[in-house]
């Protein structure tokens, strides 16, 4: 979409003189088809190390290992926002560049289209002889009846004394003026959902709740414009979640089959609790705020009584999954009230045990036979330091000791069994195996207009592509009806239609039209 | 019949499309090179068979023609082969049969076939044969020795009504966009030799085919792009976040939007626009080979072994 051949002449000539004609020169090369050429050219190949490097939008942990293997090509890249490819200042450039070229063009076309829909169709040729298409017989017509017959075609229909001009195929323009206008649309869109919209990530244990605030998120990410006040304020709380898997003997054994995750929800604080099955694909709608299944994975509840005998930790602990097809999970318990020593644990969450030989590994990522294997550990956990620290890291905690003996394979412990911590420093029992599940909530207002452009564009692309624009006319004179056709899109085939036409137009040829 | 039946069969079918598609295109290749002494092309297509002269050349001409009739039936037979093996893959696992890259491969290739094969239906164009099917068996063959996975269910995020829209019309696209593809190589293969120097059909005809089957195909790769927008949605909680894969749908899509913009250029058309829309087919098979091997993501789904 831009300037026609004709046009493009003039941008190529050189340009007068002044400011107001290089303006006039810049104007006019940036909405050249040439520049909206080069610019579309840019603009894919601008995309192309969004996919080859990590960005950060799409992969936070991917950018910290790139950062980690190679820190000083790591930082250059950063510097070309290599990593935020999408938000860069140059990838903006060139879109923005892009759209302006588009506007520059779709305006000016508009202005045009709008013009040449309320003409009426040019008066006929003097011969229409000489016309691309056209055919001549003897035949009794009025003016009237030609019309008419042109009219049931949907032609626009102009006559004059001895003629008649038909018209059709503005939808051609208009489409293709739809489909550019709508991804306008479509970017302004996008752009008004990341300024008013929101997104959170938070986990989730069975039996755990939720309520839809700033601080209940694990990570929150605000566009611009958005108040925390300003959230839906529903809450729910997960009363199950089950997940089944390929059974043995298929090569693709263990692959999930189904998550589906039991909420009772409560839309607003007060209201009446509904049930949720909360599915993949199949997301929690409050009034437009839309809550996802990502995730899922283990949660063992584990019960840690310290050396004075006292229970200082009961609940479970969520395991980071570290391998997704048999789900063995990786745990860390740290244990700040315990007396007289804070206690500490490392622990291998193993859903489907199976010894082998001197280890266990799992083998299934249903928890068929749940074991856990615990390495325990003494010491200052340090949590008055005010250094920040990871739940599921245990690494940075330089004032541990490990209690007794470490093994690489200790005996894992199964439901109801219990580890007696060397040195009398109490005892850490496995008491039973719960799921979490990790949920995105996010609310993007540019949804639906982003909907509603994106409809647009495609229709309007099918108008601009198959609809084409062509002109028939006629002329009587003592009963010889000569008929003219033009077809003003290139590349269409207009000789069978032109012909269907001149045949319903002939009373003699015996096509009846019964549109 | 039990699931496994059915995917064996299945199996077994694809291979019969490959060794037919490639008996096929013997046929197709025996009439491109024997059927048309170049100069007489234009004489063989007016005349009806019936009123062919009996000059020395008539005798090789008629067999080789009847080469090509014969090869168009193998495709029919290939085709029909191809369809029933992917009805019988999606009867054995109880889904939309392109839940995985080897059966998104099969469904791309039996695309393209059908485009053609209904094309040389309405239009003169059965010398696209010898290239399509060449492309269907070689496709075939890779997606049995490199892609293949044992019929099975998907995972949950892939098992949703967005395959039957979403992948049905990057399938139906992709294999238009190969049709357009195959006749914009020629095009170029043929180069500017006059009329009678080559066997291949004249430039506009070459270039007015690779322009259709885009044309009908673009508007398709739209609405698949945005009917994965429409899926992820539902799926992910987002619509567009710059995933490998979207990332190369829609560069597939710029370049594409580019070729249908370069063909409006005065200067564009023809060699240089085809050149265009030749990158643009890169893109897709990239977007559908390399993204996968080598990007993961999110739809990093291929189950390639």
């Known amino acids: 979409m831009t300037l026609t051949d004709e046009e493009q002449k003039e941008v190529t000539k050189p340009v007068g003189l002044g400011v107001v004609g290089w303006l006039r020169w810049g104007w006019r090369t940036l909405t050249s088809m040439r520049t909206a050429l080069i610019l579309l050219f840019l603009f894919a190949l601008a995309s192309v190390p969004g996919s080859v490097f990590p960005q950060r939008n799409v992969d936070a942990s991917l950018v910290a290992r790139y950062y980690a293997n190679d820190p000083v090509k790591a930082e250059w890249l950063d510097r070309f926002w290599l990593f935020d490819v999408f938000h860069s ?66 032609f626009r229909v102009e006559t004059g004394p001895d003629w008649v001009a038909a018209e059709k195929g503005h939808l051609r323009e208009t489409g293709n003026l739809v489909f550019h206008v709508a991804l306008l649309v479509l970017l302004i869109a996008v752009g008004a959902g990341g300024l008013y919209g929101y997104k959170g990530n938070v986990l989730v244990v069975e039996g755990d709740g939720f309520a839809n605030t700033v601080a209940a998120y694990d990570r929150y990410v605000p566009g611009a414009s958005v108040s925390a006040e300003s959230l839906e304020p529903f809450s729910f709380k997960l009363t199950d979640f089950q997940a089944t898997y390929i059974g043995p003997g298929h090569e693709k054994v263990g692959q999930p089959l189904t998550f589906s995750a039991t909420l009772s929800v409560k839309d607003a604080p007060g209201a009446a609790e509904r049930v949720v099955d909360l599915r993949v694909n199949e997301p929690l709608d409050v009034n437009g705020t839309l809550t996802y299944l990502i995730g899922h994975g283990y949660a063992p509840v584990f019960k840690v009584t310290d050396g004075q005998g006292q229970v200082a930790y009961e609940g479970p602990v969520p395991c980071l999954t570290s391998n997704t097809s048999t789900y063995e999970s990786e745990c860390v318990i740290k244990v700040p ?84 911590l060397p040195g009398g420093a109490g005892k850490i029992e496995f008491t039973g195996v719960k799921e979490w599940i990790s949920l995105q909530t996010t609310y993007d207002p540019g949804r639906m207009p982003a909907l509603v452009a994106s409809i647009a564009a495609v229709l309007g692309l099918v108008f601009s592509l198959t609809i084409r624009r062509r002109r028939v006319w006629v002329r009587m004179k003592d009963g010889r009806v000569t008929v003219g056709g033009l077809s003003r899109t290139e590349g269409s085939n207009f000789t069978d239609e032109f012909a269907e036409i001149v045949a319903s137009l002939n009373p003699r040829s015996g096509v009846s039209d019964d549109r | 019949m039990t699931a496994d039946t059915l995917a064996t069969l299945s199996d077994q079918l694809i291979l019969a499309a490959i060794l037919l598609y490639l008996a096929a295109m013997v ?11 170049p100069a007489q092309v234009r004489e063989l297509v007016a005349s009806d068979g019936s009123t062919i002269t009996e000059t020395q050349e008539a005798e090789p001409v008629a067999w080789a ?86 019929a099975g269910p998907v995972v949950p995020a892939l098992d949703s009504y967005w395959v039957a829209i979403h992948v049905t019309a990057a399938i139906a696209a992709s294999g ?49 792009v945005i009917s994965g927008a429409l899926w992820a949605d539902k799926a992910w909680g987002r619509y567009w976040n710059w995933d490998p894969k979207e990332v190369w749908a829609f560069i597939t899509w710029v370049a594409y939007a580019a070729y249908l913009h370069a063909r409006a250029t005065a200067g564009w058309k023809g060699k240089a626009a085809l050149i265009v829309s030749l990158v643009a087919f890169g893109c897709l098979l990239f977007n559908l080979v390399g993204v996968n091997i080598f990007f993961g993501g999110l739809h990093s789904y291929a189950d390639v072994n």
């Open chain 2, 27 to 37: 046929g197709y290749a025996l009439e491109l090179a024997f059927a048309t002494r």
């Open chain 2, 65 to 150: 023609m009847r080469a090509g009739r014969i090869a168009v039936g193998l495709t029919w037979v290939g085709w029909a082969a191809n369809v029933t093996a992917t009805l019988t893959r999606g009867l054995a696992v109880e889904r939309w049969p392109w839940g995985n890259m080897y059966e998104f491969v099969v469904a791309m290739i039996l695309a393209a076939v059908t485009v053609y094969l209904f094309m040389q239906l309405r239009y003169p164009v059965r010398f696209l044969g010898a290239f399509v099917s060449v492309i269907a068996a070689v496709g075939l063959g890779f997606s049995v020795r490199v892609l293949y996975t044992q």
């Open chain 2, 176 to 224: 238009l966009f190969t049709v357009g593809g195959v006749a914009a190589a020629l095009y170029l293969f043929r180069g500017s030799r006059g009329e009678g120097q080559s066997r291949l059909p004249a430039l506009a005809d070459l270039e007015r085919i690779a322009h259709r089957v885009i044309v009908i195909g673009f508007p398709i790769w739209t609405f698949a």
């Open chain 1, 89 to 154: 200042p140059w990838f903006a450039a060139i879109y923005l560049l892009l759209f302006l070229s588009l506007v520059g063009c779709v305006l000016p076309r508009t202005l045009a289209h709008l013009k040449e829909i309320r003409r009426k169709p040019p008066a006929a040729p003097r011969n229409l002889l000489r016309l691309p298409h056209h055919d001549e017989f003897t035949a009794d017509l009025t003016i009237a009846e030609a019309a008419a017959t042109l009219k049931k075609r949907r």
């Open chain 1, 337 to 420: 009230d315990a007396r007289p020593q804070q206690l500490a644990f490392l622990g291998r969450f193993l859903p489907s045990t199976l010894p082998v030989g001197e280890e266990w590994i799992s083998v299934f990522p249903g928890a068929a036979n749940p074991t856990v294997q615990v390495w325990p550990f003494a010491g200052d956990l340090g949590l008055d330091s005010g250094e920040p620290q990871s739940v599921y890291d245990l690494s940075a905690h330089k004032n541990l000791k490990p209690l007794g003996t470490m093994t690489v394979q200790p005996r894992p412990l199964a439901v109801g069994e219990a580890l007696d």
